[in-house]
């Protein structure tokens, strides 16, 4: 298969095709209304985790993040450009000669995935608010798309999915949202559930002003420190909720069913990242989704994690087909790496 | 007075205390709990006992028994499916489950749904995820008679296309196992009882991987002698399966007529006759078949035993 024309240049555009001016207009002044209130109802959590000892890593990413605290109507107009300082993939390198080469990989990867995976779960980077990527195979997607696309496909593998589209409603916990790229996809999918984020507030502002802008009918909550209960009344009618790191020993989402983790986890002191799990657990929540930040498997980073995992959930083996079993990261894969990489766990009924 | 649960898990142990602690739990955590747990350890050893009672409080309805003699597996299959008639004559659903492998917890629900439903039914099984030594992986495999009202077809594609290492762990109709013999004194044992189990109804593969199943080794029938008969394997055991499978239908459905009401003598030789004929088309085209493997045409890969 050819990634490219003759040219060398990308067969697809950098960015995704454009909306039009009359949508961008309007969906450029919804996510501006989303965000200022948004941005109120969000500041409060900064303080509420003002005790949360948070990584290096972790700070970093704050700090990247935190001029989305005084941002611009531009700037929120194209907040997909958080994306490289959240998950590392960047617009830029979408756009030039060298983008030939990456469209290369992402294809082949785009075709295993496809191969092994169901297609009607992939869901095209939006082409809103700054939304970029190459188009091949009749999709849009950049490595972020893909990425999610296979936790969905993993999921589903292990029969997953269909229980988050049950009744009673489901609750799934993603433990630091990301850009909510991951959420975006999983309610996609599965638009019955609950989707709860905790994590920094940065990544919460982010998260919720792209999620409520692509999904405008979608109910948001957020966690007031003053009224903690609140949070969980008429929980029915929310889609989607954000609650600060620090509200994690008070979590009593109903139904919780699946908490994942994109590498989260890992970023955390092993206290930290026990507090979020044995949490889980007591929430009786059937399943922990885990894997490791892109770049991953480092073992020195991740064995934090693994026995925090062992001491209340069962590690479960997870569908790695050869040649796919390794490629969530998309990065260089490792004999033997694949449970490091990926970690479905199942509850220990005696922890 | 407690009621009878509607299905019953037979489990036959063998030594595995460090995997039985992760199978209990998978499935005393499915959805449909419904079940007794009736466990016939043939090698029983203070680990494993110790593993049962722990587990005893949070599942009452856990049954476990040591066998004083080591019976071997064939042997051991049939006392645990004995056992479970013995404590609950009434449960209508009976399925097999190792002491090693793991289960969704959907799994009970979504097969007990299927038999419910589908009167036609005598087995449900599903989609499984193999766990191999080093790496784990969806074989979707698909084989299902669901809506084949005909025996003889049934038998037919039976005998060509099941896959007996990935049905033989399905949830079956009780009554309609015990019809069929369950497990008898011959080499592939599961593949003998689903044909005859498939005389008797239909089966219908769910499509989800609600079944997680350990396959540490290749199909060896030399091991398949040595563990099914500890005490020594009869003559005939010797030879080709599908000759053993024939002897024994023909010995049940067409001499002693244990297909009645069903169906009669003459009809069991016509199906035993079914059963040999599209056999020996299987062993002839089937890639790891007796004959390639004697020949060296073929080497050895990780199907599990039974398949």
């Not at chain 1, 480092?298 to 934090?304: E, L």
Request: hydrophobic content about 45%; charged content about 25%.
């Amino acid at each position: 298969m050819s990634h490219a024309d003759p040219t060398g240049i990308p067969r697809a555009a950098a960015a995704a095709p454009a909306v039009g001016k009359k949508d961008a207009a309007r969906l450029a002044a919804t996510a501006w209304a989303r965000y200022l209130d948004l941005r109120d109802r969000l500041r409060p959590l900064r303080e509420a985790d003002r005790d949360v000892e948070w990584s290096d890593r972790e700070q970093r990413l704050r700090d990247g993040l935190a001029p989305y605290w005084d941002a611009t109507p531009e700037s929120i107009a194209d907040l997909r450009e958080c994306g490289k300082v959240v998950s590392g993939v960047r617009r830029s390198q979408y756009k030039g000669e060298r983008a030939a080469l990456l469209q290369a990989q992402l294809d082949k990867d785009l075709e295993r995935l496809l191969d092994k995976g169901d297609a009607s779960l992939l869901q095209d980077e939006p082409p809103v608010l700054g939304g970029f990527g190459f188009a091949s195979l009749g999709k849009r997607y950049n490595e972020d798309t893909l990425r999610y696309f296979r936790v969905l496909s993993l999921l589903q593998d292990a029969a997953l999915l269909e229980d988050c589209r049950r009744q009673p409603r489901r609750t799934i916990w993603e433990v630091a949202g990301n850009w909510g790229g991951l959420a975006f996809q999983f309610h996609s999918a599965c638009p019955q559930a609950a989707y709860l984020m905790t994590g920094p507030a940065e990544l919460l502002l982010v998260s919720s002003v792209y999620l409520g802008t692509l999904f405008p009918d979608a109910r948001l909550r957020v966690w007031e420190p003053a009224r903690p209960d609140a949070f969980w009344h008429a929980w029915d009618e929310v889609d989607f909720a954000f609650a600060p790191e620090s509200a994690v020993p008070a979590l009593a989402p109903p139904g919780l069913l699946l908490t994942l983790d994109l590498g989260a986890l890992d970023q955390m002191t092993p206290a930290r990242a026990d507090a979020h799990v044995r949490r889980a657990h007591e929430l009786e929540c059937r399943y922990v989704f885990s894997v490791c930040a892109p770049g991953q498997p480092d073992p020195a980073q991740a064995t934090a994690v693994e026995p925090v995992l062992d001491r209340w959930y069962w590690r479960h083996p997870v569908s790695t087909a050869a040649g796919l079993a390794k490629r969530l990261a998309l990065g260089p894969a490792r004999r033997g790496a694949v449970d490091r990489t990926y970690r479905l766990s199942w509850r220990r009924l005696l922890a | 007075m407690t009621t009878s649960p509607r299905v019953v898990l037979g489990m036959p142990a063998y030594n595995r205390p460090e995997t039985l602690p992760r199978t209990l739990e998978s499935l005393f955590s499915q959805t449909c709990l419904d079940f007794a747990l009736v466990i016939v350890d043939d090698l029983p050893s203070p680990e494993v006992a110790a593993v049962v009672d722990r587990y005893r409080s949070i599942f009452p309805r856990l049954h476990y028994e040591a066998n004083t003699t080591r019976l071997g597996m064939v042997a051991n299959w049939r006392k645990v499916f004995e056992r479970a008639r013995a404590l609950y004559p009434s449960a209508p659903y009976f399925a097999w489950v190792s002491d090693h492998d793991l289960w969704h917890a959907r799994w009970l629900e979504e097969l007990v749904a299927v038999l419910d439903a589908e009167p036609g039914v005598v087995l449900a099984y599903p989609e499984n995820l193999r766990m191999l030594p080093h790496r784990s992986e969806i074989a979707r495999k698909e084989f299902e008679t669901a809506g084949v009202t005909s025996r003889a077809e049934r038998m037919r594609r039976s005998s060509r296309f099941m896959l007996a290492g990935n049905m033989i762990y399905g949830l079956v109709r009780a009554e309609a196992l015990a019809a069929a013999g369950v497990f008898r004194a011959v080499v592939t044992p599961d593949r003998q009882v689903l044909l005859a189990l498939s005389l008797f109804g239909q089966v219908r593969q769910v499509p989800e991987v609600l079944w997680y199943r350990e396959i540490l080794r290749g199909f060896d029938i030399d091991r398949q002698r040595s563990v099914f008969f500890p005490q020594g394997a009869p003559f005939y055991v010797y030879l080709p399966s599908h000759l053993q499978h024939w002897g024994v239908l023909t010995w049940d459905f067409a001499i002693r007529g244990r297909g009645r009401p069903a169906f009669g003598r003459l009809a069991g030789a016509w199906y035993a006759a079914i059963q040999l004929a599209n056999a020996v088309v299987r062993q002839l085209v089937l890639p790891k078949s007796g004959w390639r493997r004697a020949l060296g045409l073929r080497a050895a890969d990780p199907s599990p035993e039974g398949d």
